[in-house]
């Protein structure tokens, strides 16, 4: 059997020194360079430990690995520390037994040898972490609700303009930390004095977008960044070294260090807590505080009163959407893409902060969704035939490390012969229920392990899977909902696209790559001929469900140049899609649809 073993580490936090990342893996290392083991990997994911399976892509991408090599083991420092809930932890024990993988913990008590006991006790211990996560909860939501009660903020940081002051106010006979005005100068005003500012300006005219832009210009720090700036930089390096980290697991996280720039939408939000008038909030509750406030009531109902007459009550309308809304990032400035929309078939991706001609921060333009969106599918398509390649050349080098492996069948028969010699001579007399017993055990035991392999050796069913969802995919995409297409792109590209110029990139199943977005696109092209031979003709918005104007011509013609293909025979995407998302793609006499 392989001694390849892979390291697993769940932490959702590096400040605890007995549970870091690094101190894990030290320990992981020193028991398998004591047991003769062969580390060839380590995942680690920067979550809570009762997080579901389908939201840990490192253990997903680990369980790929398990799937695509022969790993033996997975270790962990302790199985209640990997898994502090026993559903996360059924699940995955029963997915690593069936492909012949054992869970270690290294610091466990018990070992999980396969009997039924230590099976019992490490559930037991996996039950006694759950209750502890639970009940640290409770306790840490009991201590917000009594904070709350006696004036005191729930926790998390000050809004801007206050800064938490320890040791401020006395309950009973402890010292609590509360809020107190901030006084740090920063561009000639102190922070409370630049809210009070703010306040005045928003009366005078009322133009949010205008303070915002005069903020930025002036370099005042915005309320996310001004905890940023109160960290020494020892501090900030850390940050930021864990910020790397949780991004390369997978794990979304907003851009560090935070924007210095200022938007009407956060303006908005200051301009309507009432954290301003001496009170704090919690469950979406305001409660009277003991902080100083920094403006008085009527002040507040002014102010609200400009707010709800500026509101703009947009009707709502129908309008087709785009298929990356929410996973395209504007690589200038870290910013999400949205949509925008000249007409009903003039649709762009553009940066947030390039949409205001008062406060464009950003130059990025503006990219036709169309084409955009072709360079996105041709990224996937490139990313799956990527890890064709790979899955061939692992299969290959599975076949040189281990060249017995390709004569599984023949050591099956001969093993099946001796099994079947064995019940002869016992049907007949020859051997006693002793001696029949000692020659049957060891020949099924061997039987079982070799038939599990030769079950888990479906590296080439893989690639063959593979080949056939690649030419599905791209034969059908066109025709496909909406919504199907960007769950697919969600199961292959979790940390989505990031788009630069002319420049398209994407980690598509863990391979990077970039693609040049060409002008318009092959949808947009066959569309704007169809209306230059249609002038006189009523338009009508152009659809995903549109087959006429899908990629590669008309049906027909694309039947004739591009026949079916055939269908994938076990109806799954291959491994490098995470567990919770399998899809069917049947064919039909109409669209396509979902299983």
């Not at 697993?8 to 893996?25: E, F, L, N």
């Not at 919690?282 to 009531?297: A, V």
């Not at 899908?550 to 899609?577: F, H, I, M, T, V």
Request: charge should be positive.
């Amino acid at each position: 059997m392989s001694n390849k073993v892979v390291a697993y580490i769940r932490t959702s936090t590096d400040d605890k020194q007995d549970a870091s990342p690094d101190v894990q893996i030290d320990k992981i290392r020193f028991y398998c360079e004591k047991n003769g083991l062969d580390l060839v990997g380590q995942y680690v994911d920067y979550l809570s430990g009762g997080t579901e399976l389908g939201k840990r892509p490192q253990l997903t991408k680990l369980i790929n690995r398990v799937r695509d090599e022969r790993i033996s083991k997975v270790i962990v420092l302790r199985i209640d520390r990997a898994f502090r809930s026993v559903e996360v932890k059924a699940i995955v024990t029963s997915v690593l037994n069936k492909l012949d993988c054992k869970l270690i913990g290294v610091d466990d008590p018990v070992q999980d040898d396969g009997s039924a006991n230590s099976d019992f006790l490490l559930t037991m211990l996996t039950l006694v972490a759950e209750n502890q996560r639970k009940m640290t909860g409770q306790m840490i939501r009991d201590k917000q609700a009594f904070r709350v009660k006696n004036g005191l903020p729930a926790g998390g940081d000050p809004p801007f303009g206050y800064k938490s002051e320890k040791g401020h106010h006395r309950i009973g006979r402890a010292l609590y930390a509360g809020w107190v005005p901030d006084e740090t100068v920063y561009s000639g005003r102190s922070l409370a004095d630049w809210y009070k500012w703010i306040i005045s300006e928003f009366r005078r005219h009322g133009n949010a977008s205008e303070i915002a832009r005069h903020l930025t210009d002036l370099k005042v720090p915005t309320p996310s960044l001004v905890p940023w700036l109160r960290l020494s930089d020892v501090e900030r390096e850390k940050r930021q070294e864990t910020h790397k980290k949780r991004v390369t697991s997978g794990k979304k996280t907003m851009p560090y260090p935070p924007s210095p720039i200022w938007d009407a939408s956060v303006l908005s939000d200051m301009l309507r807590s009432k954290a301003y008038l001496g009170q704090v909030l919690y469950k979406g509750q305001w409660y009277p505080g003991l902080h100083e406030p920094l403006l008085d009531e009527s002040v507040f109902n002014d102010v609200q009163v400009i707010l709800n007459s500026r509101a703009i009550k947009r009707q709502p309308r129908k309008r087709e959407d785009v298929l990356l809304t929410g996973y395209l990032i504007c690589k200038k400035c870290g910013r999400r893409m949205t949509r925008h929309e000249k007409n009903e078939y003039q649709r762009k991706y553009v940066c947030n902060l390039s949409k205001n001609s008062k406060q464009k921060y950003c130059d990025a333009k503006r990219y036709n969704a169309v084409a955009v969106d072709d360079a996105a599918f041709s990224l996937l398509v490139r990313g799956m035939r990527k890890r064709q390649s790979e899955l061939l050349d692992n299969r290959i080098l599975i076949a040189l490390q281990e060249p017995d492996s390709r004569d599984l069948s023949a050591k099956i028969a001969e093993l099946s012969r001796e099994r079947d010699k064995v019940n002869f001579q016992f049907r007949k007399g020859y051997i006693d229920e002793f001696e029949y017993e000692r020659l049957i055990v060891p020949l099924k035991n061997e039987l079982g392990r070799l038939e599990k392999e030769v079950r888990q050796d479906t590296t080439q069913a893989k690639l063959d899977d593979l080949e056939r969802i690649i030419n599905h995919i791209d034969w059908v995409w066109p025709r496909l909902p909406m919504e199907l297409q960007r769950e697919i792109i969600r199961t292959y590209v979790p940390l989505g696209f990031e788009l630069e110029g002319e420049t398209l990139e994407a980690t598509v199943c863990g391979n990077p790559l970039a693609e040049t977005v060409k002008k318009g696109g092959q949808i947009a092209r066959r569309k704007k001929k169809d209306l230059s031979s249609q002038a006189g003709e009523k338009m009508t918005p152009l659809t995903n469900h549109d087959e006429s104007f899908s990629l590669g011509g008309s049906r027909s013609e694309r039947r004739d140049s591009n026949p079916r293909p055939p269908l994938p025979q076990s109806g799954a995407l291959p491994s490098c899609a995470t567990p919770r998302h399998s899809f069917h793609f049947p064919f039909g006499e109409g669209n396509v649809n979902p299983r």
